[in-house]
Each structure stands twice: as C-alpha cells, then as structure tokens.
C-alpha cells in the first residue's frame, strides 16, 4: 500500500523481540507483504511498505501497552493478555503459540487431585491466573511467584507443585511433574487497544485485517488442477467443497474437461479420494499466495 498523505497516520504495532513467537509473527508479517529494514537490531522499526511500524518488546510488556495507547496492535498469547488482565479486544485468534497453563506436581507425591493443593506452597510466573483458579475452586494455597525455571521449583523445596505453561509435556516429564489441571487453553491473539483511534487508524486496521484474514485464508486452501471425464463434472461438483463454482474448461478430447478450483486443506485428502474415484487424473496441487474474498 501507498503512504497516506498524513504521515503521522501509522499504525504502531508491539510484537514480542526475542522469544518462542518472534519468528512466527515475523513471518506472517512477510507473508502479507509487510517488509522491514534490520528488525533484529532496533526497538522500533519502520515498515517500508505500510503506515506500520514494529516495537519489539518482551511479551509481558505487549498488552499493557496496547491498553495504554502507546500500541494500536499487539501480537502476544492469550496466557500474558489474561494474566496482566489488561483492557483490550481480541481481533483475532492465530494458530502458533498453542499451549496450556496447568498446574502439576511431582509424579508420586502427596498431591494427586485438585483438592490436594489445598494449603500446599505452588511455584509460578502466573500468580493472578493461578489465585483466580484457586479461589474458583475454594482452594487456600501459598503462590510463590517466579520468573523461569519454574518446574525446578519442587526439586529445590522451594514448592510443593507449580503453576506453568506446557505444550508437548516434556518440560514437565523431564522434571519428574503430572499435570493435573488445566487453567487456561492459549494461542497468539492479535489484540487491539479500547483506545478511541482516528479514522485513519480504524481504516489502516481495516486494510491490515483484510490481508491477515486473505492470508489465513490461502494457508489453508490449495489450488487443484485435474483432468476428469465430462460426465462425472456434476458428481465432482458434489464432492468439491469449493469456495465459488469450479472453473470448467473444455480439452481437445471431447470426452474430457480441465476443472481448477480451490478447496480448504482440512479436507483435502477425502476430496483427493473421492474425485480418483470418479476419474478425475493428472491432479495438480498448488499453494496459494493470498486469497480476496
Ligand atoms: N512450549 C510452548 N509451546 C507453544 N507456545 C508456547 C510455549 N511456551 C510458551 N509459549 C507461548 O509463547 C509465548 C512466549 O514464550 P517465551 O518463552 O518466548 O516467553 P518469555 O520467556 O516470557 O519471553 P520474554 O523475554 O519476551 O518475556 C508464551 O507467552 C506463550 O504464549
Ligand atoms: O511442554 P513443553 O513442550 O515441554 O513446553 C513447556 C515449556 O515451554 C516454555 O518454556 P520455554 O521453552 O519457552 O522456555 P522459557 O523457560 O525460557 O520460557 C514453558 O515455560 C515450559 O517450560
Ligand atoms: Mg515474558
């Protein structure tokens, strides 16, 4: 996109500057055609192709700054925006960064339900999520909180059980704990500030949406090409869950037709199966770029 005349029309993005989703939201960034000069280096970047620039902060930062104005956008886990409790608006849920609060404690202690953390000493980077989680339960524990190396924490007697994020589970496994409770499911969320923008801001956003949503989009939807008899086009239309019409063209055997279309990647071994079973051949697939709906 062209600058707008108002140059101070930009919009002031916060993603996080070191950590397990910088390279994801970079990418994604890219992926919408968003460029950047020497982002690795800088706290503040300019985009040279977008009223857009990048503050790259630590991830605990992001949603205070956004409810404060200071960012229009933020890119952080649902997990950090909870835990500040900070005032903003989820735009929208983006799949990386999936992973769980729970609570866990060593495999063959004492603690083996929930009702067991009663009164017991529990180790986190999560001290508000975790006493709201008590408190719903009725549960009376002492929250010791801590910055990293949570799931140490028992072995070094300095708690009885621990409050922290977990994906595949190793972490924990490593660390001789069970989980025992989830408190919170989390992703990456876009967030907005409740901050009142100018109209200008509103319709940059607007724009940015567009692109992220055109993006998610195509990521996941492919692009096939198949031959296919004519006769079995209706039964194939049947089977292709496809966004428009299929594109149906005619090949130089007259028994035959070319189709094209677009159809969502969750589906898309079934779909495969289905048309090879009407005579659909030579099916090609692609990945698309971007898609405007
Ligand atoms: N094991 C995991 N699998 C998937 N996502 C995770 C995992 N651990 C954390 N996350 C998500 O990634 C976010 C960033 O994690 P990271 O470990 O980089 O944070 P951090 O150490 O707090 O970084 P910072 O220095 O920015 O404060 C977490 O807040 C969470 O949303
Ligand atoms: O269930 P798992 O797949 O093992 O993942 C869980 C671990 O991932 C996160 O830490 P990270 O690796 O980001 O390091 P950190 O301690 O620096 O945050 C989290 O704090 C856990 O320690
Ligand atoms: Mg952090």
């Given at each position: 996109?062209?600058?707008?005349?108002?140059?101070?029309?930009?919009?002031?993005?916060?993603?996080?500057?070191?950590?397990?989703?910088?390279?994801?939201?970079?990418?994604?960034?890219?992926?919408?055609?968003?460029?950047?000069?020497?982002?690795?280096?800088?706290?503040?970047?300019?985009?040279?192709?977008?009223?857009?620039?990048?503050?790259?902060?630590?991830?605990?930062?992001?949603?205070?700054?956004?409810?404060?104005?200071?960012?229009?956008?933020?890119?952080?886990?649902?997990?950090?925006?909870?835990?500040?409790?900070?005032?903003?608006?989820?735009?929208?849920?983006?799949?990386?960064?999936?992973?769980?609060?729970?609570?866990?404690?060593?495999?063959?202690?004492?603690?083996?339900?929930?009702?067991?953390?009663?009164?017991?000493?529990?180790?986190?980077?999560?001290?508000?999520?975790?006493?709201?989680?008590?408190?719903?339960?009725?549960?009376?524990?002492?929250?010791?909180?801590?910055?990293?190396?949570?799931?140490?924490?028992?072995?070094?007697?300095?708690?009885?059980?621990?409050?922290?994020?977990?994906?595949?589970?190793?972490?924990?496994?490593?660390?001789?704990?069970?989980?025992?409770?989830?408190?919170?499911?989390?992703?990456?969320?876009?967030?907005?500030?409740?901050?009142?923008?100018?109209?200008?801001?509103?319709?940059?956003?607007?724009?940015?949406?567009?692109?992220?949503?055109?993006?998610?989009?195509?990521?996941?939807?492919?692009?096939?090409?198949?031959?296919?008899?004519?006769?079995?086009?209706?039964k194939i239309?049947d089977i292709i869950?496809?966004?428009?019409?299929?594109?149906?063209?005619?090949?130089?055997?007259?028994?035959?037709?070319?189709?094209?279309?677009?159809?969502?990647?969750?589906?898309?071994?079934?779909v495969?199966?289905k048309l090879?079973?009407?005579?659909?051949?030579?099916?090609?697939?692609?990945?698309?770029?971007?898609?405007?709906?």
């Open positions: 996109m062209e600058r707008t005349a108002d140059s101070k029309t930009s919009l002031r993005i916060a993603i996080q500057k070191s950590g397990r989703l910088t390279d994801k939201t970079i990418d994604l960034l890219k992926g919408i055609g968003l460029r950047f000069d020497d982002y690795k280096r800088n706290l503040l970047v300019k985009c040279r192709n977008f009223d857009v620039e990048l503050l790259l902060i630590r991830d605990d930062d992001i949603p205070e700054y956004v409810q404060d104005g200071v960012c229009d956008l933020g890119f952080v886990g649902a997990n950090v925006t909870a835990e500040t409790g900070a005032n903003v608006s989820v735009l929208r849920d983006l799949d990386y960064g999936v992973c769980r609060l729970s609570l866990a404690a060593p495999k063959d202690g004492d603690i083996q339900t929930t009702e067991d953390f009663d009164g017991k000493t529990i180790a986190t980077s999560y001290p508000k999520l975790t006493r709201d989680f008590l408190d719903k339960q009725e549960l009376n524990a002492n929250i010791v909180t801590i910055s990293g190396a949570v799931e140490v924490a028992p072995r070094l007697e300095v708690a009885d059980a621990i409050v922290d994020l977990v994906s595949t589970g190793n972490t924990l496994k490593a660390n001789g704990l069970q989980e025992l409770n989830t408190i919170l499911e989390s992703e990456t969320q876009l967030i907005r500030t409740n901050k009142e923008l100018s109209p200008g801001k509103k319709e940059l956003i607007d724009k940015f949406l567009q692109r992220m949503d055109g993006h998610q989009q195509a990521e996941r939807s492919r692009y096939i090409m198949m031959n296919a008899p004519k006769k079995a086009v209706p239309k869950p496809s966004l428009n019409s299929p594109t149906v063209m005619p090949l130089a055997d007259e028994d035959m037709v070319a189709i094209h279309t677009v159809i969502p990647i969750d589906q898309f071994w079934i495969m199966e090879k079973a009407e005579g659909a051949t030579g099916i090609v697939i692609l990945p698309i770029e971007s898609m405007i709906l």
